[in-house]
T-cell receptor, first 118, second 112 residues
Framework: AQKITQTQPGMFVQEKEAVTLDCTYD???????LFWYKQPSSGEMIFLIY??????QNATEGRYSLNFQKARKSANLVISASQLGDSAMYFC???????????????FGTGTRLTIIP | GAVVSQHPSRVICKSGTSVKIECRSL??????MFWYRQFPKQSLMLMAT?????????EQGVEKDKFLINHASLTLSTLTVTSAHPEDSSFYIC????????FGPGTRLTVL
């Protein structure tokens, strides 16, 4: 079974509108972390936001917020007031309980290509 | 935020040659670095976990003799693609953990 599922291969959104990118995950670990990364055409992976499984509140970072619904195992990324520069691939990733500090690997979803329309 | 660099950013080589890719953490020490491979329009797939001073841990299906990893210091890990073939052409990305996991800019390898 897929550990990270992103069901939207592509999305087109009007500039200045809000957009929600879906991500569901599957794990039996009680402790895990969820990440969102942005990958523009240049290829670099840009860290956007992090949510820990024990965090009580949804994470927010500027225009990015994470709609964390633990019971539903979903961690959707919400981008408010979208901008042309938001056009990129977006990956959801999960880090399960590491066996030791620093030794933690990320499992990525298949990504969503977001295109912002002027 | 923390900075991770990779060199080279792009390399084209002939089939059968070996290519070395460097990953450096510029402003922090990383006992563990990760190497990912990304094929066009696909997600990142973890290849191996690079541990400073010890052998790398490879994911299932990744040939350790083909993808040699050396983590010689707390700021440098290298990935050597030995006897490269066209099917090894891909985007290789390393990452290192500071307070979160930061990625290098990637290396695009094209094997002719």
């Amino acid at each position: 079974a897929q550990k990270i599922t992103q069901t939207q291969p592509g999305m087109f959104v009007q500039e200045k509108e809000a957009v929600t990118l879906d991500c569901t995950y599957d794990t039996s670990d009680p402790s895990y972390g969820l990440f969102w990364y942005k990958q523009p055409s240049s290829g670099e992976m840009i860290f956007l936001i992090y949510q820990g499984s024990y965090d009580q509140q949804n994470a927010t970072e500027g225009r990015y917020s994470l709609n964390f619904q633990k019971a539903r195992k979903s961690a959707n990324l919400v981008i408010s007031a979208s901008q042309l520069g938001d056009s990129a691939m977006y990956f959801c990733a999960m880090r399960e309980e590491p066996s030791s500090f620093g030794n933690e690997k990320l499992t990525f979803g298949t990504g969503t290509r977001l295109t912002i329309i002027p | 935020g923390a900075v991770v660099s990779q060199h080279p950013s792009r390399v084209i080589c002939k089939s059968g040659t070996s290519v070395k890719i460097e990953c450096r953490s510029l402003d922090f020490q990383a006992t563990t670095m990760f190497w990912y491979r990304q094929f066009p329009k696909q997600s990142l797939m973890l290849m191996a976990t690079s541990n400073e001073g010890s052998k790398a841990t490879y994911e299932q299906g990744v040939e350790k003799d083909k993808f040699l990893i050396n983590h010689a210091s707390l700021t440098l890990s290298t990935l050597t693609v030995t006897s490269a073939h066209p099917e090894d052409s891909s985007f290789y990305i390393c990452s290192a953990r500071s307070n979160t996991q930061y990625f290098g800019p990637g290396t695009r390898l094209t094997v002719l």
